[in-house]
Nanobody, 115 residues
Framework: QVQLVESGGGLGQPGGSLRLSCAAS????????MSWYRQTPGKERELVAS????????NYADSVKGRFTISRDNAKNTVYLQMNSLKPEDTAVYYC????????WGQGTQVTVSS
């Protein structure tokens, strides 16, 4: 059974940093691309960042490029999202996604950026 458990969300200050983690189990983690999405009420779900399985190639939404970094530790079956230079518009629920033949989503973690 695939499980994705996000952690690390919470309240961040504008200009500050947060680090999200996603612990994966139930599938061959190192074989699949992993992604982070986010969603705010009334807006479409946004792909924030992805990282490939083999070479760890990454891609980012323009809105977070240069501020966020996605990484993975295949030995720990964990994917991370380092979020720096936070902005109020980064406020959202962040979801970890395993890009399996049938994609699997975590339960989400709330990130709120406010002073």
């Amino acid at each position: 059974q695939v499980q994705l458990v996000e952690s690390g969300g919470g309240l961040g200050q504008p200009g500050g940093s947060l680090r999200l983690s996603c612990a994966a189990s139930g599938f061959a983690f190192s074989a699949y691309r992993m992604s982070w999405y986010r969603q705010t009420p009334g807006k479409e779900r946004e792909l924030v960042a992805s990282i490939t399985n083999t070479f760890g190639s990454t891609n980012y939404a323009d809105s977070v490029k240069g501020r966020f970094t996605i990484s993975r530790d295949n030995a720990k079956n964990t994917v991370y999202l380092q979020m720096n230079s936070l902005k109020p518009e980064d406020t959202a629920v962040y979801y970890c996604v395993a890009n399996l033949p049938r994609p699997s989503w975590g339960q989400g973690t709330q990130v709120t950026v406010s002073s």
